[in-house]
């Protein structure tokens, strides 16, 4: 896969720089943001001194630094490819095929997602520029309602936050949560539930518990890509679960539990990312029942469940079983603040006191001040509004920014009607796209991060909460035309 050079940016002048300087340190610079990944062949010699209107000689010069200081591969005849650049140890993941036989070792490679996790901060202060982020505007949050509960706390002695806190989290907080639990039929007492710093540390605990070296966990093909770092340091063997535009493929579910005997699945129930799909009852049913059958965890992540307007159709698989096999997960980041880290486990009573003695081990207590300002949030009855009005205004820009995707060419998977995300299909390399994407300055999310073993796809998530600069549209054209006449 090539670099695209039309896309690319004359480096910025800096009279204490040489050209050669100049160049190296914008080449280091992509290849360290990822934007150039590992395998991409370099522009061409005689390209890039055309595209960056310096001589042949400067440009030779530069990629023999290059070569020199480890950042790339020449190849005779062939060109300059960047390379494969290891600080540390890597997250081994296995990679692994449905056709296998259930006895095959995986092939390792590394788990790749620093791509986007590094250019995040990218476009934290202008979200309009990342209609690849997984988080709302922060124009769209409420600060006051944080700020209004951390003024209350102050009020209060300060001794009661001077201890570790308790070993399974606040228990008010535990006690709430038990009620909300109980408005989507999941029956939890407050021994049941674990507080968690979000999401990531709840699938850590349970990777830990739960997964020894060679053991089968199903996935989303695609699904969150920051869980499959995870599993796979854990040794887990990461088998992908495809998905149609009305779910999960089951039938294809069934066919890997026979062959792989997992340890356990992760899945959305509720609008799922990227796809924007929610479980059926019926297919919540056929579910546990594979899950009774072939005796597999269901670890049920519900972060997107309060996008969900009341009445939509989707079945929590937590309200059906009751937490005898399926683990609850909830976090508020998406509709609060990334930075609270506050979520929660929910489980049978055996499963909460074995995560409760790992999470101890592991990081002692969560912290309780986090804990305390979601309790006073969610008791002084303003986050129903807050959520009522979250949702209205997503689905105030959603239809129009699946009109403004379609109209530059893509095709979506399906349309969502709730939630943030639409799954949308670019018809080019979604790498080659994010990458010219990240140098006209928006983050966009190719969908081989949505894949346990990084598929190269066309597909590309969009958050169509972000998608409102007038720009994307017109890049997006501009790229798309670009590829259509390199191939024509």
């Known amino acids: 896969m090539s670099v695209p050079l039309d896309l690319i940016p004359a480096p910025h002048d800096a009279s204490a720089l040489t050209l050669v300087d100049q160049l190296v340190q914008w080449a280091r610079r992509r290849i360290e943001e990822r934007v150039f990944r590992p395998g991409m062949r370099m522009p061409s010699i005689r390209k890039l001194a055309l595209d960056k209107g310096v001589s042949r000689f400067t440009v030779v010069e530069a990629y023999e630094r290059l070569v020199a200081q480890g950042y790339l591969d020449s190849r005779r005849g062939s060109g300059f490819y960047v390379r494969e650049r290891l600080a540390g140890p890597a997250p081994v993941e296995r990679r692994l095929s449905s056709n296998a036989a259930s006895d095959a070792a995986p092939a390792p490679s590394t788990i790749d997602v620093v791509w986007l996790l590094r250019n995040m901060l990218h476009t934290s202060t202008r979200p309009e520029r990342g209609p690849g982020l997984g988080y709302l505007p922060s124009r769209w949050l409420d600060g006051e309602l944080i700020t209004g509960a ?69 996935v989303g093909d695609p699904a969150w890509f920051q869980m499959f770092g995870r599993f796979a340091s854990q040794g887990a063997r990461l088998v992908g679960m495809p998905y149609t535009p009305d779910g999960p493929d089951l039938d294809a579910l069934e066919t890997l539990v026979q062959t792989w005997r997992p340890k356990m699945l992760v899945i959305n129930s509720v609008l799922q990312n990227p796809t924007g799909t929610s479980l059926t009852a019926a297919q919540a ?101 807050h959520v009522e009005r979250l949702r209205a205004r997503l689905d105030g820009v959603r239809d129009k920014s699946v009109r403004m995707l379609e109209k530059t060419g893509l095709r979506m998977f399906q349309t969502p009607a709730a939630g943030m995300f639409v799954w949308a299909d670019t018809g080019v390399d979604a790498d080659a796209l994010a990458a010219a994407g990240h140098e006209e300055g928006f983050l966009l999310t190719p969908g081989s991060l949505f894949s346990p073993q990084q598929s190269p796809t066309t597909w590309m998530r969009f958050n169509v909460a972000n998608c409102g600069d007038p720009a994307l549209p017109a890049f997006l054209c501009r790229y798309l035309d670009s590829v259509a006449r390199r191939a024509s």
């Open 150 to 218: 951390l003024r209350t706390l102050g009020r209060q002695s300060g001794a009661q936050m001077l201890g570790f806190g308790t070993p399974q989290g606040f228990l008010p907080l535990r006690q709430q949560l038990q009620t909300r639990l109980e408005e989507l039929e999941i029956g939890a007492s407050p021994e049941q539930i674990v507080l968690v710093s979000g999401i990531t540390q709840a699938i850590d605990l349970i990777a830990r518990l739960y997964v020894q070296p060679g053991d089968s966990v199903i």
């Open 285 to 385: 049913f056929r579910i546990l029942r594979l899950a009774e059958e072939h005796d597999f965890i269901v670890v049920e992540d519900d972060i997107y469940g309060d996008l969900c307007p009341p009445g939509f159709a989707a079945t929590r698989l937590a309200s059906l079983d009751q937490l005898r096999r399926v683990i609850y997960l909830g976090s508020f980041s998406k509709t609060l603040a990334a930075n609270l880290r506050v979520g929660f486990m929910a489980s049978s009573l055996d499963v909460a006191k074995a995560v409760t003695d790992q999470k101890m081990l592991v990081g002692m207590t969560t912290p309780e001040l986090n804990e305390r300002v979601l309790y006073k949030i969610l008791t002084e009855g303003h986050y129903r509004r």
